[in-house]
């Protein structure tokens, strides 16, 4: 399996970049899906090895991340791509989002606070996704 560093997509005319992301998603996104991954792969490679050339791909970008303040929503947009050799590609859209109730906010709690739990779901979502890779398979908050 290899699984290259997570991108910023384009989507609708318009690019997402760092300066998008105040919480930095991608690296943590990776490792959380690497994680959930590792359970079904012996290896999970950032890019190809010697004789992987036949290595499953999984490309994920995001799409749109939004994250208003400490007590607002924090939403990140996924589409994924599986390339298997032999096989057409396999698509995936998830989205997930996390609201902190406005009880749980403290003066610690920033914008990011809620990011680790979308990261963490998503990367459950791709992985349960990568069980049975069916094309189209769009979900939300894990449904």
């Not at 990776?30 to 036949?54: I, N, S």
């Not at 947009?77 to 032999?86: D, F, K, N, Q």
């Amino acid at each position: 399996m290899v699984l290259p560093s997570v991108a910023y997509g384009h989507d609708q005319g318009r690019q997402l970049s760092e300066s998008d992301d105040a919480c930095g998603v991608p690296d943590p996104l990776r490792q959380a899906v690497q994680d959930q991954l590792k359970a079904r792969y012996e290896v999970v490679r950032p890019v190809p090895g010697p004789g992987r050339e036949a290595a499953l791909l999984l490309k994920i970008d995001i799409m749109d991340i939004v994250t208003v303040s400490a007590g607002g929503p924090t939403i990140v947009v996924i589409h994924a791509v599986l390339e298997r050799p032999g096989l057409p590609p396999a698509r995936f859209k998830a989205l997930r989002q996390v609201h902190i109730p406005y009880a749980d906010i403290t003066a610690e709690t920033t914008e990011c606070s809620a990011m680790d739990a979308v990261i963490h779901g998503l990367g459950l979502d791709v992985a349960t996704w990568m069980r049975k890779p069916v094309d189209g398979v769009s979900l939300v908050n894990g449904e």
